[in-house]
């Protein structure tokens, strides 16, 4: 078993609930991860849903940090139609509910094929020529042990934060694959969308960035391989910051999108 499958396995325990067990290997800042979590919900909900596999929509609300150790995830089917079923999910530990999300299901398989899209997929070197993960500084590195469980391949102009040279474009760039060598697949991509750094790091704000809300639309099964994942923002203000994520897989295809509001570091 692969690492991430082992690690965001769930258990049923009721009609309607599932037991997690939040690996600290997961743990950025002040918490554990909100992709990884959300990856947690997504695997719970797939497996509720057979019929219906894939997430389409989750939107997901972080109410409270979340610690290392045993969790709970409670579902409420809300609506299950022909093709999609609505699901509304907690994240909880002990009486603190740490994530209460709403999400779309269905089967991405059952789609179509039509495609059309303005979006222009991002530019990266080869893999080779991007700089890797591992060279992080050592100081990023232990307040962000999650980063072991990537291969993220920065593009080479996003990646000056690490030397206290920041681009200040507000944008992040890399090649992404999970480290044990599994391959992506739809509720993955969940988790793919919130790996990156915070990408106020390019703006020479380095520091965790609590999630507060973040909204993914899952577009297709991503092929086998590297995914591009595109981190971006326009507007700090108030103290918080949007984020904007697109993946794409080794077809050139659109896979997954997402927008989420942090707070800024502190």
């Known amino acids: 078993m692969h690492e991430y499958d082992a690690q965001t396995a769930v258990t049923p ?7 997690a067990d939040l690996s600290e290997g997961w743990h950025v800042g002040g918490g554990i991860n909100g992709g990884y979590l959300l990856a947690i919900i997504g695997r719970a909900i797939s497996e509720h849903l057979p019929t219906k596999p894939h997430p389409l929509s989750v939107s997901a609300y972080y109410l409270s940090a979340s610690v290392a150790g045993p969790a709970e995830v409670a579902l409420d089917v809300r609506r299950d139609g022909g093709s999609m079923a609505t699901v509304a999910a907690d994240l909880r530990q002990g009486d603190q509910t740490r ?3 709403l999400a ?3 089967d991405l398989t059952r789609l179509g094929d039509d495609v059309r899209t303005t979006a222009e997929e991002p530019h990266l070197p080869p893999v080779e020529e991007c700089v890797p993960s591992s060279l992080a500084p050592e100081e990023v590195r232990r307040v962000a042990p999650l980063m072991q469980r990537f291969d993220m391949r920065f593009h080479p102009d996003h990646v000056g934060w690490a030397v206290g040279e920041p681009g ?6 890399a090649w992404f694959k999970l480290a044990d060598g599994r391959e992506p697949d739809p509720v993955s991509l969940l988790l793919a969308v919130d790996a ?4 106020t790091f390019d ?6 960035a609590p999630t507060l809300e973040l909204t993914a639309h899952v577009r297709a099964v991503p092929a086998p391989g590297w995914l591009k994942v595109r981190h971006a923002t326009r507007n700090m203000a108030g103290g918080m910051f949007e984020e904007d994520c697109e993946v794409w897989d080794s077809t050139g295809r659109l896979v997954a999108q997402s927008r989420q509001l942090a707070r800024q570091p502190r």
């Open 13 to 19: 325990t009721g009609a309607d609930t599932y037991a």
């Open 99 to 101: 994530i209460t999300a």
């Open 104 to 106: 779309t299901y269905g």
């Open 168 to 173: 200040r474009t507000g944008v992040i760039s």
């Open 196 to 199: 990156l750094p915070p990408v």
């Open 203 to 208: 703006l020479g704000m380095p520091g965790w």
